[in-house]
């Protein structure tokens, strides 16, 4: 190991060993465990030191080591599993700490921005029931009910609607969402936040016109350094955007390099429906032809609709999607207020009647009188991952699960007493899992 590398690249290199040189910006010497902030010019990185690992001159050095000490370090990257471990001595370091304060006032921003327009915070339940949105669900079961489970919610989809049957008109929440999902570089497994916003007698226009507002003064207020590519945000058509880049979160930043670009669009004018694929194991895994673009309350365009008796493969729907600098930050539609029109989607997408039964209480109320609605749910967690530079969703959250969803510092999930399980009328299948 001769070859020093700068702090910019090492972050590539995680599992690997590596030769970082540079100045000791910070030093925290807990017993078991110790910090060193390393400085070079290109950045900081935090070190780890587990003093009964270091070798013998290591071992004699560290505690001799002070702020603005040159020193070289070789040693392998934390693993993520370490620092999830002992996250709150991860989250003192700086840039972390930095992290999760911008989120914060982030959230601060939305709150006060919604507020001001007239939008009401409305917390809606966790225990509640399966919703169709395409992931799998997070069981929760009963001990009242034995053998019936509630589900985490995937988002409030059905909630906000009903709360604009309710005439709340504006409605918002930092909403957690819930999808047993395997992780992605760009999603964090098991939970996520939304903004979640839901409007009465708005216009496609009018919710992206609001949501833009919010997000462009937002990064004018808190990002001072950043600048936005295009202002107004492109609005872009599917058709167009797949033609032109291929994709449809294309990245229009004009230099991809620079981290202060922000290139916000908006695609809109989706195709109602996909192809059902064997993923959709909600609609019947490709057993049917049609799965929804978005989700299945998303209406179709006024003018397409006649399309959905012979060719429902060429109807569009007003659904609209954020993208910024390459990634999707957000999807959101008009959503279908014409029972009707809810019934012949479901009838497209292959459900039963038995899976038409579970929506009855939407139809139920949509017959006491239903504004024309629709609304958008931006992802927290990447939005503030992109604003503060970091490639990896779980910087800017405080204890995220990790890769392979588990809880390294609580240790969870875990095993639970029988008794508890008796309670709940629930056996295991394999039993030497106990
Ligand atoms: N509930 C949707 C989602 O989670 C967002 C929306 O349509 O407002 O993607």
Redesign the pocket.
């Known amino acids: 190991m001769s070859k020093r590398i700068y702090i910019d690249d090492a972050i590539k290199k995680v599992g690997d060993e590596v030769l970082l040189k540079g100045w000791v910006h910070v030093r925290r010497n807990m017993g078991k465990i110790a910090f060193i902030d390393l400085r070079d010019m290109t950045g900081l990185m935090q070190v780890v030191l587990v003093p009964g690992e270091l070798d013998d001159a290591g071992k004699e050095v560290l505690p001799r080591i002070r702020p603005e000490f040159v020193v070289a370090i070789t040693g392998r990257q934390a693993s993520e599993e370490l620092r999830l471990k002992y996250r709150y001595l991860d989250l003192r370091h700086e840039r972390m700490a930095k992290n999760i304060k911008l989120r914060s006032d982030v959230i601060r921003y939305v709150v006060d921005f919604l507020t001001d327009h007239n939008f009401t915070y409305i917390q809606t339940p966790m225990l509640s029931k399966s919703t169709p949105?395409g992931a799998r669900d997070y069981l929760v079961p009963s001990r009242v009910h034995q053998g019936k489970f509630f589900a985490l919610p995937?988002?409030?989809?059905q909630y906000?609607q009903l709360l604009m049957v309710a005439g709340m008109e504006r409605y918002f929440q930092i909403a957690p969402?819930f999808r047993d999902e395997d992780a992605r570089a760009d999603r964090s497994p098991g939970e996520f936040y939304?903004i979640?916003?839901?409007m009465s007698f708005m216009s496609q226009a009018e919710i992206l016109d609001l949501t833009e507002d919010m997000f462009t003064s937002m990064i004018k207020k808190l990002f001072t350094d950043k600048k936005i590519t295009n202002e107004p945000w492109p609005r872009l058509k599917y058709a167009e955007v797949m033609k032109k880049y291929g994709t449809d979160k294309p990245d229009l930043r004009k230099d991809k390099n620079d981290l202060n670009e922000l290139a916000f669009a908006w695609i809109v004018d989706f195709p109602l429906f996909n192809k059902q694929t064997k993923e959709d194991f909600f609609f019947g895994s490709g057993k049917s032809q049609w799965a929804p673009s978005?989700?299945m309350?998303?209406a179709p365009k006024e003018e397409d609709v006649h399309l959905l008796d012979k060719e429902p493969g060429k109807a569009h729907a007003y659904q609209h999607d954020l993208v910024l600098n390459g990634l999707e930050v957000g999807?959101?539609?008009i959503r279908i207020h014409n029972p009707k029109v809810q019934e012949k989607i479901w009838d497209l997408i292959g459900f039963s009647n038995e899976q038409k039964k579970q929506f009855a209480h939407l139809i139920e109320a949509f017959k006491y009188g239903v504004p024309p609605h629709g609304?958008?749910?931006p992802g927290l967690d990447r939005l503030v991952s992109i604003l503060a530079g970091e490639k990896n969703i779980r910087e800017v959250i405080a204890f995220p699960l990790t890769g392979d969803v588990r809880d390294p510092l609580m240790g969870a999930p875990s095993e639970v007493d029988k008794e508890q399980l008796n309670e709940l009328g629930i056996e295991l299948k394999n039993k030497k899992l106990k």
């Open positions: 949105e995937q988002s409030p989809q906000k969402c939304q979640d916003m839901e978005h989700h309350f998303t999807g959101g539609s609304g958008i749910a």
